[in-house]
């Protein structure tokens, strides 16, 4: 059997919070173990190297969308990241497009409340307390499948960092956002018009804002069908502002 | 000093504390939660297979009822739970699952028609019916008598987290991310509220309530192997331990799961045993028929567990270079159920091993899962010694679980607790004793002790927090696990008070300010021995077995000395063990008297009171013309427990409402 190899891992580093840090690139050697994910890779360096390096897991499964950066130049969830799937020498980013905590831990979680809330992102029910002693309403197979299809997003951010309009438009909602968008549309009990739902992305801001370079449909960890569902919702809101 | 002041301190940002904050919120009240992370990267979200609600749509549900899933959840427990809350729970749980598909939760539907499915390795055809087309799914469980879990492909506590998280912030609820608790403030008896640390800035604040409640999972970080997120490391336990009066309930009960992915101990759901995935040993003999002829690979999963590893020890695990293991084989189930049923498990044998589990089978071990103990609370979530103080979901001990929880019962336990404690918090805030005042004094005290506890980690100890911390795990994981013994635990034990004594003097290398990673594991893993320690001393205690709980040494369950709750408290902060007390549970109350389980050995030892109470109860039972909802009142009234808005029946396609 072949030496394991050793892996050149350059990150990030850059503490917002202590006046004396500047961002830098610091390099660190790692030894592959086999079935080694960059989440076992960055726990290992953190133990034995550099307590001090910060970042953000939390499932380590690829469940919970903590764990985006961007790998050698592309956004992805790093504990689902085998380190024999890439090259030796492997360069770890923070997302862009939010705010620094330190090193690799970005503030997606208030970025997508924000988004959440401008959009109100929630179902909105004819009857939100309903008779619970009651069946429950009804509901087409084949249509939840599909709803569920949307319901995925992790909100790990990938999208809104390879995002291309995000870059020049700060309030610009994201594919994670007209996602969900396309979601409530599609849910039978949601009671908003196609009216409301245009008030909410009709804009520049919204689904109009996307340039269709669609890194965001590239890069979804859980491969969601955004290309399709941003093409549909804008077609949709031109019907709904004409 | 910062003062941030609510009506309700929630710690906790996953299913159960959301599920709780909505709760009082909708009573007029103002919640505040507080999450490590953003709420929606909890562990909530990890749950795949589904939640447990007797809706009996599907063919295979036919008969469920609250009276079925009440027996199997106390079977699952292996009497170890608290029947009237057991009650409370099956009544809530079909409420609240049809609460989150009004909230929006895309649960998978009832197809009418037929379909193929895999039971026992065979290919059936069920026949779903029209009347239930549309209506809720439920697939097959672990230890249920009935299909009776609901379900959302195997993305379930993703879907509910989505949903509750979206209602919060539908409701206002604001959620500080990234702050962690580090101690609860008290006044003499009465908890108003905790001390709490900013992970991104490392400022303390204090935060003053009138009633706070812990929901922050559970503690599976004490292992090395386990399917716990990482931010899993009991640290709500520890601040209720750290009060010196509340008492942590059961804690040696803790859950191992059959299939942990083989090393990682990532989760592969039930629900791929539900659906018919079978297990298989080195030689591809499917052998769980050879220990469990009744359940099989669906038998309760300390059960199940045990099996494999006796199958292991018994050499007949497929070697790899980091140990033997067995294998979880779903191929038989078909591409087109594992697309549609099973897609997380899919991803996660793409990612992490390469494998396709259409095609392959995948290397499984059981790793530990889930915390059965926890904050030792009444039915309505309340501490019995600490007013103001509540505790909901897996946190905390009320006791619907024992010594063995039933798959799909927790994260419907997440919502049910959700819904139940959020009614007895606000009524707790709205009634005599909801008020608080608070001298500023107290709360700056506290402040400042935690504050000195830091920079004492600051102030050059020589211990390592990491190297500590993986002794530790290293400890639980090898002598605290699935097999214990006496000489064993005693090793265990004392490990771990040397390691207690050892983490007084780490010494963390950087004061960066600001998020300090090391620093952070230096308190925590202080806290995380206290929590083992309580773990492994009741484990030592226990001299019998239960549930989850397995002494070699005491392999039988004995219910004449041990139908008790083990109640642990650490009221010297300088002493190395926690203190036990016990609890009985009470025989002569019970609606189902102590039996066999129907899977596992039967060779228990019988309490005293039983064969009174069985003959009782089968009096009872023999009564001709009583409607099940009389006969259950009659054997164990429980619904006066429960708050007024959740005491109602629950309407069936077969069980219109009375």
């Known amino acids: 059997m072949s030496a394991p ?27 592959e173990a086999p079935g080694m994910t960059l989440f076992l890779a960055l726990s290992e360096l953190r133990e034995r190297q550099d307590p001090s390096l910060a970042f953000d897991f939390v499932c380590r499964a690829g469940i919970c969308g903590s764990c985006g950066m961007v790998v050698n130049g592309r956004p992805r969830l790093a504990c689902r990241t085998l380190t024999q799937e890439l090259p030796a020498e492997i360069t770890l980013l923070p997302l862009p497009a939010f705010a620094l905590i330190a090193d690799l831990s970005v503030d997606s979680g208030s970025w997508m409340r924000a988004m959440t809330e401008r959009l109100q992102a929630w179902l909105h029910a004819a009857d939100p307390a309903p008779d619970l002693s ?41 594919a994670v956002g007209l996602n969900k968008i396309a979601r409530f549309g599609l849910d039978p009990r949601d009671t908003r018009s196609d009216a409301e739902f245009y008030d909410l992305v009709g804009g520049d801001e919204g689904v109009f804002g996307c340039m269709t370079l669609l890194a965001c449909h590239d890069v979804c960890p859980k491969e969601l069908p955004l290309q399709t569902q941003i093409a549909f919702l804008r077609r949709r809101m031109l019907r709904a502002g004409a | 000093m910062k003062i941030v002041y609510t009506d309700v301190l929630v710690v906790g940002g996953g299913l159960a504390g959301l599920r709780v904050a909505v709760g009082v919120r909708r009573r007029g009240l103002d919640a505040l939660v507080l999450s490590l992370v953003p709420p929606k990267r909890s562990h909530s979200a990890a749950a795949q297979g589904g939640m447990q609600a007797s809706l009996a ?18 079977r699952g427990s292996d009497w170890g739970a608290d029947q009237p809350v057991v009650r409370m729970f099956v009544n809530t749980a079909p409420k609240a699952v049809r609460e989150l598909a009004a909230w929006g939760v895309p649960w998978s539907r009832v197809r009418k028609g037929d379909r193929e499915v895999i039971i026992n390795g065979q290919r059936v055809t069920l026949t779903e019916s029209e009347a239930a087309h549309g209506l809720l799914a439920q697939r097959d469980f672990g230890g249920t008598r009935k299909w009776r879990t609901c379900y959302v492909s195997d993305g ?25 608790a580090l101690a609860l403030l008290r006044d003499a008896d009465r908890c108003c ?9 490392g400022e303390l604040v204090a935060y003053v309530s009138r009633a706070t409640v812990i929901a922050t999972g559970g503690a599976g970080r004490l292992y090395r192997v386990t399917t716990n997120a990482v931010i899993c490391e009991g640290m709500g336990a520890a601040l209720a331990l750290e009060t010196g009066v509340v008492a942590l309930g059961n804690m040696e009960a803790v859950q191992f799961h059959p299939t942990g992915i083989f090393p990682a101990g990532i989760l592969v759901t039930e629900g791929c045993r539900g659906d018919g995935g079978l297990l298989r040993d080195a030689a591809g003999h499917r052998f769980m028929p050879d220990y469990e002829p009744e359940k099989k690979e669906l038998a309760s999963r300390d059960v199940v567990s045990r099996r494999m590893a006796e199958h292991i020890r018994k050499g007949h695990g497929a070697p790899s270079r980091f140990g033997p293991h067995l294998w979880l084989d779903i191929t038989q189930l078909g591409r087109a159920h594992i697309d549609r049923n099973l897609r997380e498990v899919k991803e996660i044998c793409r990612y992490f091993l390469g494998v396709d589990p259409a095609e392959a089978w995948i290397p499984v071990h059981p790793a530990q899962h889930y915390t059965m103990g926890g904050i030792r609370t009444r039915h309505s979530g309340e501490s019995p ?19 063995n929880r039933l798959g799909g019962n927790s994260v419907a336990e997440t919502v049910v607790a959700g819904m139940i404690v959020g009614e007895f918090v606000a009524d707790f805030c709205q009634g005599p004793g909801g008020e608080i005042s608070i001298p500023t004094a107290l709360v700056r005290d506290a402040v400042a002790a935690q504050q000195a506890a830091l920079d004492a ?43 207690l004594l050892r983490s007084r003097r780490i010494g963390v290398r950087s004061n960066a300010p600001g ?74 109350s019970m609606e189902l008297p102590p039996g066999w389980r129907g899977y596992g050995e039967r060779n228990h030892i019988e309490h005293p009171q039983t064969p009174a109470r069985a003959a009782s109860v089968e009096a009872a039972r023999a009564i001709p013309g009583l409607h099940r909802y009389d006969l259950q009142r009659e054997l164990m009234a429980y619904r006066h427990l429960l708050p007024p808005s959740l005491q109602g029946d629950n309407e069936r396609l077969g069980e219109p409402l009375r």
């Open chain 2, 515 to 588: 998020p300090n990673p090391e620093l952070v594991t230096a308190y925590r893993v202080q806290r995380m021995l206290k929590v083992a320690l309580c773990i492994a001393c009741g484990a030592l205690a226990r001299e019998e077995s239960r549930g989850a709980h397995f002494r070699e040494d005491f392999p039988r369950r004995d219910d004449a000395h041990w139908l008790q709750r083990t109640l642990a408290t650490w009221p010297d902060p300088a002493a190395t063990r926690p203190t036990l007390a016990y609890e009985p549970l009470q025989v002569e």
């Open chain 2, 193 to 201: 509220g905790a001390v709490v640390r900013d992970l991104a800035t």
């Open chain 2, 156 to 180: 379930t506590g993703h879907a509910m987290l989505y949903a509750v998280g979206d209602q919060a912030i539908a409701h206002g609820v604001p959620v500080h991310e990234r702050k962690e």
């Open chain 2, 385 to 403: 010694t600490l007013r103001g103080l509540f505790s909901a979901g897996e946190a905390a001990c009320w006791d619907l679980h024992g010594f």
């Open chain 2, 457 to 499: 980690l600051l102030g050059g100890g020589t211990e390592s927090a990491d190297a500590i911390r993986v002794e530790m795990q290293q400890v639980m994981t090898d002598r605290v696990g699935i097999f214990r013994d006496g000489a064993s635990l005693t090793l265990a034990v004392e490990a771990l008070e040397a390691l």
């Open chain 1, 5 to 31: 190899r050793q892996i050149r891992l350059n990150v990030f580093r850059h503490n917002p919070q202590d006046p004396a840090s500047t961002p830098h690139l610091q390099t660190y050697l790692v030894e």
């Open chain 1, 134 to 174: 009651r069946l429950e309403a009804r509901m087409d197979p084949d249509l939840a499948d599909q709803i569920y299809e949307l319901d995925r997003c992790i909100e790990c951010g990938c999208c809104v960092a390879a995002c291309g309009t995000v870059q020049m438009r700060h309030d610009f909602v994201g």
């Open chain 2, 57 to 74: 749509n599907t063919t295979k549900g036919e008969g469920d009822n609250e009276d079925v899933h009440f027996e199997d959840t106390v």
